[in-house]
């Protein structure tokens, strides 16, 4: 019999730092890092409630909150988060399942790297 390996996936997340810059250039820090913690948790919440859907098989309204995510991460420059939930979305218009489970698996993973407590945004600001 032969072995199995189990290969672990991480993403690589690609993120825009002029996009937060260009909050805390325009608002000033204080201001920023209210508006962004504010964005960040919005975020959070929409991918809850994204992750709740998929889960309960409601589909129905899917489309238009991956749209709503990928608007959501594209402003505060998270560049992987924005393109795998327009996949995400592609793949519900075609209804294409096995591809959309394939790219929510990713789009989960690559949620939990980009809000993971550890990613600096405030380092991003210039």
Do not use: P
Not at 62 to 91: H, I, P, T, Y
Not at 102 to 124: I, P
């Amino acid at each position: 019999m032969a072995e199995v390996t189990a290969l672990r996936v991480r993403e690589r997340v690609r993120q825009d730092g002029e996009a937060i810059a260009v909050i805390y250039r325009n608002l000033g820090t204080a201001a920023a890092e209210q508006m962004v913690a504010r964005a960040l948790g919005e975020l959070a919440l929409a991918m809850a409630g994204i992750a709740a859907q998929v889960k309960g098989h409601q589909l129905a309204d899917l489309a238009r909150q991956l749209k709503k995510l990928q608007r959501m991460a594209e402003n505060l420059g998270m560049v992987s988060l924005g393109v795998v939930a327009s996949d995400a979305r592609a793949c519900l218009e075609r209804c294409d399942s096995t591809a959309f489970a394939a790219v929510w698996a990713r789009l989960l993973r690559v949620a939990e790297r980009s809000l993971a407590a550890d990613h600096g945004f405030a380092d991003l600001s210039g």
